[in-house]
């Protein structure tokens, strides 16, 4: 799998949105083609627990996790643009 030169692990604290949270999943899924980051959020603003469409990638709290695009996330700390 092609993931450009964003990469990012599980475990690494990230900002998005100018929300921050914890990676837990870096690959594809089953929900859209392409390359995803899912999140759990510090805060209980995320779409769903880790879960999409009765797939499990990674587990958290409910509405604290999130996918999204690589090129949407920063590295916690890094100003976004």
């Given amino acids: 799998v ?10 690494q604290k990230v900002t998005v949105s100018g929300r ?5 999943f870096f690959g594809v899924t089953q929900f859209a083609a392409g390359v995803w980051v899912g999140i759990a959020l510090d805060d209980r603003v995320g779409k769903n627990d880790g879960s999409v469409q ?3 990638y990674f587990t958290c709290e409910p509405n604290h ?16 643009a």
């Fill in 65 to 80: 996790g999130i996918f999204v695009r690589p090129a949407n996330v920063l590295p916690a700390g890094q100003a976004e």
């Fill in 54 to 56: 009765g797939v499990t």
């Fill in 2 to 11: 092609d993931v450009g030169s964003a990469q990012f692990t599980p475990g």
């Fill in 20 to 24: 921050t949270g914890i990676v837990k």
